[in-house]
Each structure stands twice: as C-alpha cells, then as structure tokens.
C-alpha cells in the first residue's frame, strides 16, 4: 500500500500507510471537530476540558487536561495518532508524547487556518467529503456574517480572559480574528498575544468602548463588573461566551449566530 506524507501546521512531516483509527484529542474544541467529521468511533483519549457532545466524557478514556497529560494511560491506550494544538498544549507535551506515537500540531489563528485544519483532518482520516461540507457550510456562514456586519461601526474593546493577574486577548490570535471579524478594535492589539494588564490603566489604554468578560479560561461572573468597570466609566461590561470567541473547527458556525444576537444586545 503506497505511503501517505501529510504536513501539519507546524511544519512536521507525518507518515501513514494507513489512516490512524486510534486518535487521542488533547484540545476541546478538535474534539468536538473530529466528532462532527464523524470520528466518535476512532477517540479512544480526550482531555477533561472536551465537554463537547457531552456524552462523550462518559465513552471515552479521560487522559489529564490540555496543559497535564497522563502520558502512562496514554501509552497503554496504544493510539495512532494524537492530535494536540500549538497553543494550547505545550512543547514539552508534544515532544514526550512524539515518543508513543505521531503528534499532529495544529496552529489556528486565523479564519484560513480553521479551514485549512478541516481541509487536514480530511485528508489524514480519510474523511475528505465531511470535512469540505464543514468547508462549505462555514464558508456560507461566514459569508452571510460579513454582509451582517458591514456597516456596523467598529466600537474599541477589551476581551478578559484571565484574573489575577488580570490578562486580556492580545494580538496574533484565534480571538482577535474573531473580535477583528466582528468589527471590534482590540485596544491590546499591539502589546503582546496575551498581555497582564493593570486596571487602572484601562483608560490609559485606550478608554474602550465596551469590556468583554469571557466565560473562560477565567470563569468571570457578574461580580466581577463593578471591579473591572469602576476603571473604565465609558465602558458597557459584558460576560460573553468564551468557547464562541475561541473554540475552532466547527463551533464556529454557532458562533456567527451568537455574534448576531450579541450584536443585536449591544
């Protein structure tokens, strides 16, 4: 049977005379990506975070998180491949987990690498047909989005995703994109990928317009306005979705629904 070498986002080559059947996900919203590709039957390892379709938690052998692997329970699951993301998990995984098996590293922060991860995944699974109907639905979805927004005027924001330190969504990343998307301007744009920020700079800043509270990795929660927005008086405070603002692959076609209605709110 004739070799197959495909290239991750990374630059890795990978080689199979086969498509992997045995796949260990290390990032959430991959997961649920491999899931709608029509993969559930190949995950045999997920992490605790991948929460969605909910029920796979309880089919699937739980390997640690996205930063903390069981690299034991990972061995003896004897996988093919295991799919991790550059962001989210670190070198140090990747290199002590390329000793079990390959390691394909995706690299997603723009709206182009989204596709070109489903494009991938096509190829590597032998689900070539799913993967250009998810193609092609978000193209359409994306498409319609733009027309949705087009003459809706760019409001300056602040996207937080962590607390102390406080840290917001710099530049360089899947967020921005979708904060960029949406005709937000990140008044952090230009200070890093993910910044520490000091509150009382807030106006300094950049006196944004409107404060996005993300539900994740931080869980903020309403209590949390009156701290944040007390430095920013100008500012509408908002808690927002952080898996639509983050989570690649397929949750992006709900997330353009979600920015319709949170536009509509603002």
């Known amino acids: 049977m004739k070799e197959k070498t495909l290239i991750d986002q990374i630059g890795t080559s990978h080689s199979f005379i086969t498509s992997p059947q045995r796949i260990i996900s290390l990032v959430p919203s991959q997961t649920e990506l491999l899931y709608e590709l029509g993969l559930e039957s190949c995950l045999i390892g997920i992490t605790k975070f991948c929460v969605h379709p909910y029920h796979l938690k309880s089919k699937i052998k739980m390997v640690g998180g996205t930063k ?36 394909w590293v995706t690299d997603i922060r723009t709206i182009e690498d989204n596709f070109q991860m489903i494009t991938d995944f096509g190829q590597l699974f032998n689900c070539r047909t799913e993967a250009q109907k998810w193609n092609d639905k978000l193209a359409f979805a994306l498409n319609d989005f733009k ?14 995703i962590w607390k102390d330190p406080y840290m917001v969504a710099g530049a360089d990343n899947f967020i921005n994109e979708l904060l960029k998307l949406n005709h937000f301007e990140n008044i952090y744009h230009n200070k890093g990928r993910y910044p520490e920020i000091e509150l009382n700079q ?5 006196d944004p317009d409107l404060i ?24 509408k405070t908002i808690l927002v979705d952080g898996e639509m603002f983050s989570w690649y692959g397929s949750r992006l076609l709900k997330a353009f629904d979600y920015f319709k209605k949170l536009h509509q709110k603002l």
Do not use: M, Q, W
């Open 68 to 103: 903390k692997v069981h690299f034991e329970k990972i061995k003896l699951l004897k996988p093919d491949i295991i799919i991790c993301n550059k962001e989210e998990n670190t070198i140090e995984i990747v290199e002590e987990l390329s000793k079990i098996c390959p390691v």
């Open 147 to 160: 027309n949705f927004v087009k003459d809706i005027p760019v409001k300056k924001i602040a996207y937080f």
């Open 212 to 235: 996005f509270l993300s539900s994740e990795p931080f869980p903020f929660k309403e209590e949390h306005f009156i701290e944040i927005g007390k430095h920013a008086t100008n500012a």
């Open 202 to 206: 807030l106006r300094l800043d950049g």
